[in-house]
């Protein structure tokens, strides 16, 4: 138990008592002082006096009393007069100078808790002790406390069994009612009190019926109890009286009583099964609550003196709305007795001192619990710590860097897992691109003093070889805004040459960008756009480049994306194919002809994720990238493109005869003075190239592996992903933190309700947090292609978890 715990033990040897108080860790204070005799004849006296007024309608058996007094007599002042003598005394004896320093250490405790309440388990012996009012003990008065903040809870002198601890359940609590012998009282206020919780619990009532034999009554009891499906609560009205050896009895039928001694198998059953509070609102109800405790009951709610059936209703009538207040079971008790105190004490005196509620020390108080999904969600709400960890959390899941950090690792980690599980396909024909890089060496051998602008002489060449092995489609990673006067008439003749061949004109797509808003593009000189194409070269890193929404209302595409749509092209009966001699734009030229939406279907337009979504489009002004897919490097490169210098492509080595099933991509491959104006180098180095890239490099050739990563290689990649529609759609980390949240937080309340031990907890969420990751491994590779963010989410959940264990443990 925590240190907010007192354990305190009442004896009484003849005409002394012992009080010995414990807490703590071996902590322990005992005394012994005389026990006022004027004490038991003060509640002898109150006793007679109770029963005088409350002398029908009782729920138990009662010894004769006498004839009922004359109406003359005022029994309800006789009443509250014996009460307060009573209480008197009792408080006197609470207060003398032996017990002050048992006193002074409660006070202290209850002065420095952080608690909302201290519990003062109390066990008297013998019974006879045990019937004092010991609920109305005002420790805190003397030091100016709030005693409402300390209560004391009935503990048995004998406990020798444990207590159900994994009584929680996901669902509604089951409460049996069972109505006893009902004459001369009256159970419908209890009926429709505990029918008025169905929307929290579900309700079981047995009770005897005229037509039935009281074997079968005790039979149907005793199984009921014992019933498969289990209980939480057991309610009990009618007539009990306590017993010396068989535990008390309760009334089940007019002259018939059940023994608890009877059903103590049945009960056994109900405690393993999840059975934890009993509520005997019936009479004399001490041996009964000592035998339930003893058994392994949580806690056990009687009345220890006779009570007054009206007082029995209003008692469990206003426990009841505290239940289904949410409050536990020592709060609803002490509700319903503060009720009777303060509204009823003048219709009902001393009522309020009769109820007690006994707890096993290792039991949890139990409590209703919300149950639907409004109540889960409330449930949700997250304390002071959690808003802090989930709040860091969240934001760190916003920020760009981070979230182009953990995406690159976890493509890597996908890299390896491919190669693992042996994923990556042994690739028969030629991939779909060729990459002719114009590296140092192939600058070298042709003698290009400054290759910034690169020589178009040597772009001519390039061309000339090309189209001499058929290539159907050419992409050319260069800028062409600048003029070379007669190395742009060579190269203008070659690429006309290309497009002129017949029957297999070959479709150029040229680069474009912008700077400072003027749009760079090829030189008309060059080529026309009426018989080629060009489109934007910048790239967004990482991720895919998505074709407009709105597919050719919107310009410009992205070069790679106009690449992979002229590839489709060739394979399209009657496509346009780019003329010498057209007038109209080629793009318009392709736009008239993909109006018939069924020929889009055979191309890259056909996919929702190549377009940009809406969702994406919106997360934009949040400066997030939702749902973008992303460019896939856990494919080796030699699955995307095949890699040539240029020098080797003009010796006629290494290229295929024929390049029809190919696109090709002439690009920098490298060198220093390569790249686009406005952002200086056209490359990644070694530092920034893709983890998972460098990773491939390193298993491919280990020993000559490339220390960069060109645009060429960016735009190849892109590419192939279009063409195969191998598009990956990243979850946002911020959306598994969400659904984190909700799992280590149900983690959070089970673990609250020690369902299992701290390292079962461990080994759960370590399990579930490893199938997730083998999981979201496989989804990303499988045509699903969806990339499930693992360590963030991870990180949450584990948030919930061990905090809550290791808490836990600190208690236990």
């Avoid at 808003?517 to 080629?532: G, H, T, Y």
Wanted: hydrophobic share 40%.
């Amino acid at each position: 138990m925590t240190a907010s715990t007192f354990f305190l033990k009442v004896q009484q040897f003849d005409k002394f008592c012992s009080f010995e108080l414990s807490w703590g860790v071996g902590q322990n204070i005992g005394v012994t002082l005389t026990y006022p005799e004027n004490l038991t004849v003060l509640y002898q006296e109150w006793q007679q006096v109770y029963l005088r007024f409350y002398n029908t309608s009782l729920r138990g058996s009662v010894e004769e009393i006498g004839s009922f007094a004359a109406p003359s007599i005022d029994w309800h002042a006789h009443l509250v007069q014996a009460e307060a003598q009573l209480l008197y005394e009792f408080h006197h004896w609470l207060r003398s100078a032996e017990l002050y320093e048992i006193r002074v250490e409660i006070a202290e405790v209850t002065k420095n808790s952080d608690n909302p309440y201290i519990d003062i388990f109390l066990t008297c012996n013998p019974l006879e002790l045990a019937r004092l009012p010991w609920e109305v003990w005002e420790i805190g008065t003397e030091f100016a406390l709030d005693s409402s903040k300390i209560r004391i809870v009935r503990t048995p002198l004998n406990r020798r069994q444990t207590v159900n601890t994994n009584a929680y359940h996901a669902r509604k609590a089951k409460i049996l009612v069972i109505l006893g012998d009902e004459s001369g009282l009256d159970f419908q206020t209890e009926k429709a009190a505990v029918s008025s919780l169905e929307s929290l619990a579900q309700i079981t009532f047995i009770g005897w019926q005229p037509q039935e034999s009281i074997t079968e009554l005790k039979t149907k009891i005793v199984q009921v109890i014992a019933s498969q499906a289990g209980w939480d609560i057991l309610f009990f009205a009618g007539h009990s009286n306590e017993t010396n050896l068989t535990g008390g009895e309760f009334g089940i039928a007019p002259n018939t009583t059940l023994l608890i001694s009877e059903i103590e198998e049945s009960l056994t059953i109900a405690k393993s099964k999840g059975l934890q509070v009993a509520i005997f609102n019936s009479c004399k109800g001490l041996s009964i609550a000592n035998k339930l405790i003893d058994l392994g009951l949580s806690q056990v709610a009687v009345m220890r003196e006779p009570i007054h059936n009206c007082v029995a209703e209003e008692f469990f009538l206003r426990f009841v709305q505290a239940l289904a207040e949410y409050r536990d079971v020592h709060e609803s008790l002490l509700a319903a007795s503060k009720y009777l105190k303060l509204e009823k004490n003048f219709t009902y005196p001393s009522a309020y001192l009769i109820p007690s509620l006994f707890r096993h020390p290792e039991a949890d108080l139990f409590r209703l619990q919300p149950f639907g999904v409004k109540q889960f969600f409330k449930s949700l709400k997250p304390n002071r710590q959690e808003a802090i960890a989930l709040s860091a959390l969240l934001i760190i899941s916003l920020l760009l860097p981070v979230q182009s950090f953990l995406l690159q690792r976890r493509v890597l980690v996908q890299a390896f897992y491919r190669q693992i599980t042996h994923q990556v396909a042994n690739v028969a024909s030629p991939p779909p691109v060729l990459l002719v890089q114009i590296d140092e060496e192939s600058i070298r051998k042709a003698k290009i003093s400054n290759p910034k602008p690169m020589n178009r002489q040597y772009l001519a060449s390039l061309v000339d070889r090309l189209t001499a092995n058929n290539a159907r489609v050419v992409g050319i990673d260069y800028l062409l805004d600048r003029p070379q006067e007669q190395g742009d008439r060579i190269l203008a003749k070659s690429i006309q040459a290309a497009v002129g061949s017949s029957p297999s004109p070959t479709l150029f797509v040229f680069s474009a960008t912008s700077e400072d808003s003027v749009w760079l593009r090829v030189l008309p000189e060059i080529a026309s756009l009426n018989w080629s194409l060009e489109g934007e070269i910048d790239n967004y890193p990482w991720y895919m480049q998505l074709l407009p929404h709105d597919d050719f209302q919107s310009q410009p595409w992205h070069f790679a994306s106009l690449l992979a749509l002229g590839h489709q092209l060739q394979q399209i009966p009657n496509a346009p194919q780019p003329k010498l001699d057209s007038k109209i734009d080629f793009f318009h030229q392709i736009s008239d002809f993909f109006k018939d939406g069924n020929k889009a279907n055979q191309t890259i337009l056909r996919s929702e994720r190549s377009h940009l979504q809406l969702v994406t489009a919106l997360s934009y002004s949040l400066k997030q990238s939702w749902l973008h897919p992303i460019i896939d490097f856990s494919i080796p490169p030699h699955q995307v493109y095949h890699s040539i210098p240029a020098w080797q492509l003009l010796e006629n080595q290494a290229v295929a005869q024929s390049l029809q099933q190919q696109i090709v991509i002439i690009a920098p491959g490298g060198y220093h003075e390569a790249g686009i104006v406005k952002d200086g180098d056209d490359t990644f180095q070694d530092s920034e190239s893709p983890p998972a890239i460098k990773y491939w490099r390193n298993q491919e050739n280990p020993i000559n592996k490339s220390k960069v990563f060109t645009g060429g290689q960016y735009h190849a990649y892109i590419v192939h992903h279009l063409i195969t529609q191998r598009l990956v759609v990243p979850i946002p980390d911020l959306w598994m933190i969400g659904i984190a949240i909700l799992l280590g937080k149900t983690i959070y309340l089970l673990r609250q309700r020690k369902q299992f031990s701290a390292l079962q907890w461990l080994i759960f969420t370590s399990i579930i947090t490893g199938l997730y990751g083998l999981v979201s491994l496989q989804i990303y590779i499988s045509a699903t292609a969806i990339l499930l963010p693992w360590f963030l989410p991870s990180i949450t959940l584990w948030s919930y978890v061990l905090p809550t264990v290791f808490k836990k443990k600190s208690h236990e």
